[in-house]
């Protein structure tokens, strides 16, 4: 998919070595931007190479900024590099997330905490850092910030009573930085992801029945890919989005509105 929507535009993407990060960077680089590739650690270090060279193949430059995104100064690395490589940051996909399955009832506490810390506070640090750097800009000022957030914000799960509720807060997150950074020329958004096979599912969609009703229940009659998110973020990436802020749009192939 390439439209050249983000032509010289400077891009952070966040938990970006596989899955939907993967997809957008990629997605992100193929039309025209360059990119700031955030990933975990040395865990994560071959697959966030190969992103790299998938987005170098495509024109993009890049940095790479490894760090835990629950830490404030992984923020802080992000907007440091980002800004030494290439003096300016136009657009943030705040996608680093988990998603550890578990029964509510012995949900360990530490484990709650480690969700939240992850999925909200690290999205709150790195929005943060990066909104001040959009604030300094200019020629142009301003920017996009996006967080990818999941249907998860609209209903429940019951071995995601840990997980939910970060993902309704990126979308509280987003509606509320829209109002606080509007002034400013930035704009806040969120991408709600339904069903997408990834690593975080591999091991609950690898049971036939729990995958089957999943696509039974998508009026497209199938599972979403990661490749399904780019469209809709390089919509709120780019300026045809210029009027959008505070919006949250589903990407779930019509599951949250099937009774079925």
Not at 58 to 69: C, L, M, N, R
Not at 84 to 96: C, E, G, P, T
Not at 156 to 177: N, W
Request: net charge neutral; charged share 20%.
């Amino acid at each position: 998919m390439s439209y050249g929507l983000l032509k010289g535009k400077i891009v952070v993407v966040t938990g970006c070595s596989t899955g939907i990060g993967r997809a957008v960077a990629i997605g992100a680089a193929q039309n025209g931007a360059n990119v700031i590739l955030h990933h975990l650690g040395e865990s994560t270090r071959k697959d966030i190479e190969n992103v790299e060279k998938e987005c170098q193949k495509a024109g993009a430059e890049t940095v790479i900024v490894a760090g835990d995104i629950a830490s404030p100064e992984t923020a802080t690395a992000i907007v440091n590099e980002g800004v030494k490589k290439f003096s300016r940051i136009d657009v943030l996909v705040s996608n680093a997330g988990i998603c550890p399955f578990h029964k509510f009832l012995d949900l360990p506490h530490d484990l709650w905490k480690r969700v939240q810390d992850v999925n909200l506070n690290g999205a709150f640090y790195v929005v943060q850092a990066i909104a001040n750097q959009m604030s300094k800009q200019e020629s142009p000022k301003g920017g996009s910030i996006i967080s990818i957030s999941s249907i998860s914000a609209l209903m429940g799960g019951g071995e995601q009573c840990h997980y939910t509720p970060t993902k309704a807060g990126l979308k509280s997150l987003m509606e509320s930085c829209s109002i606080a950074l509007g002034p400013l020329g930035i704009r806040c958004n969120s991408v709600l992801p339904g069903t997408i096979e990834t690593d975080i599912n591999k091991e609950d969609l690898s049971d036939p029945i729990k995958r089957a009703d999943q696509v039974r229940r998508a009026p497209l009659g199938r599972l979403g890919k990661p490749e399904d998110l780019v469209g809709p973020v390089l919509f709120f990436a780019s300026d045809l989005s210029s009027y959008c802020t505070g919006a949250s749009v589903l990407v779930d192939g019509g599951m949250a509105i099937s009774l079925q």
